[in-house]
């Protein structure tokens, strides 16, 4: 039977969409693989009413009151392809199950990619963070480290040190001028250009000159990339922000697919659950626009 939308990316922006479009009562399939973002962190900040919650758990609560509405269908999959165009998408999902649908929506999410530290990706999401707002304030105004990842490092240098003491670890990645040497200054950052050779401990940066210094936490810029090249196969414009490459969208959330859409942190900059779920939410309601309009 044909859905109305079809939703690729069952996570916080995914649902939130799918949320709208059930309590307006139209057919809404979900393709999820589960594979969410924060699954590395233990507790998500920064979402109002689940502040400290475990992210898995505001998933699963989620997902238990969108199964109550009778119009969604909900595959636990990967979806490989999609094709076609508006009012006649197909997807196919890893198990060969085809889908069609009036719409599509891409809700897959990003990547992050780490810098090749050694020690560094066991510590993601445990001791080593990308965001601030999400991850800074249980650092309790403590020795934090920046190390750089790509050119916006600097900027992460400059903010950081709202939440405590900041060491800027250059490592060959990047070469502040002189004003962004003042200013890091002026924060009160330490700026230390001797290379990282590995993490150890909870958050302890080795040097190649064998200092050991150790910080509450460390912070890295990491390129987020679309988690799927699912829309971009279809033909989806990609687009490179601040912090890498996204879905190209509208401000009503449409790719450059007619009858396409995309929300959360494939479309849209700079990312978190609560801007995921209001695109998401946001999303859902331009979907319904376009099918009763
Ligand atoms: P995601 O949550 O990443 O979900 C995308 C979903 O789409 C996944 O289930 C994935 O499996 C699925 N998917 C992708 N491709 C396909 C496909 N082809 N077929 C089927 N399914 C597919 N934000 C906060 O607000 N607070 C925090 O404390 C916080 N902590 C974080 C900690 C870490 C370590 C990281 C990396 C991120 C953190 N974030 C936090 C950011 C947060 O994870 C994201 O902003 C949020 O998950 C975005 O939601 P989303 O629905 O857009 O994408
Ligand atoms: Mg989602």
Known sequence: MQQDVIIIGGSYAGMAAALQLLRARRSVTIIDEGIRRNRFASHSHGFLGQDGVDPSEIAATARRQLTAYPTLTWIDSRAESASGKLDSFVVVTADGVSIEGRRLLFATGVKDGLPEIEGLAERWGRSVFHC????????????????????????????????????????????????????????????????????????????????????????????????SDIAERLGC????????????????????????????????????VSLAVGDGAWAGAQLHRSLVF
């Open 132 to 227: 601030p707002y999400c991850h800074g304030y249980e650092l309790n105004e403590g020795a934090i480290a920046v190390i750089a990842a790509s050119p916006m490092s600097i900027h992460q240098a400059q903010l950081i040190p709202e939440w405590g003491k900041v060491t800027f670890f250059t490592n060959g990645v990047v070469q502040p001028d002189a004003d962004a040497r003042a200013d890091l200054e002026r924060r009160g950052v330490t700026i230390d250009e001797t290379p990282v050779a590995r993490l150890e401990g909870h958050a302890d940066v080795v040097l190649t000159d064998g200092r050991r210094v150790g910080f509450s936490g460390l912070f890295v810029a990491t390129r987020t990339t679309p988690a």
């Open 237 to 272: 414009d990609i687009e490179e922000t601040p912090m890498g490459l996204q879905i190209k969208a509208t401000a009503a959330k449409e790719t450059s697919i007619p009858g396409a859409f995309a929300c959360g942190d494939v479309g849209r900059v700079p990312h978190s």
